[in-house]
C-alpha cells in the first residue's frame, strides 16, 4: 500500500507555471505506475499525465500536451507535474495516484492523494 500526499497548488496568473509535487510512503514506490488527473467542478476527472515505473515512458492528455510534463525521483519517492503556460482552463483539483497496473481512467488507479487547487486568473 502506498500513501500520497500533493502539494505545489496555488493561484497563478494566465500564462504562468506551476509544479506540483506527490510524496509518496512506503518502500515500493517504484513498484507503481503514477498519474495525474483533474477535477473542475461540475466534471468529470480528466486524465492529466502518467509515467511507468522506470520513468522511461510518459503519457499525457491532449488538452495539457506541449504544456505539461510528469517526472519522478524513484530515490526520493516522489512524483512531479510541472505545468508551463497555464490556462484558466486548467484550473481543477489536481490529484495524484498510483496503480501497479498501467492505464489513463480512474478505474485503472488504486491509490489517491487528497488532492492540491490549482487556480488560474484570466
Known amino acids: 500500500q502506498v500513501q500520497l500526499v500533493e502539494s505545489g497548488g496555488g493561484l497563478v496568473q494566465a500564462g504562468g507555471s506551476l509544479r506540483l509535487s506527490c510524496a509518496a510512503s512506503?518502500?515500493?514506490?517504484?513498484?507503481?505506475?503514477m498519474a495525474w488527473f483533474r477535477q473542475a467542478p461540475e466534471k468529470e476527472r480528466e486524465f492529466v499525465a502518467a509515467i511507468t515505473r522506470n520513468g522511461g515512458s510518459t503519457y499525457y492528455g491532449d488538452s495539457v500536451k506541449g504544456r505539461f510534463s510528469i517526472f519522478r525521483g524513484n530515490a526520493k519517492n516522489t512524483a512531479c507535474l510541472q505545468m508551463n503556460s497555464l490556462k484558466p482552463g486548467d484550473a481543477a483539483v489536481y490529484y495524484c495516484s498510483a496503480t501497479y497496473r498501467t492505464g489513463s481512467t480512474p478505474a485503472d488507479y488504486d491509490y489517491w492523494g487528497q488532492g492540491t487547487q490549482v487556480t488560474v486568473s484570466s
Open positions: 512506503g518502500r515500493t514506490f517504484s513498484s507503481y505506475a
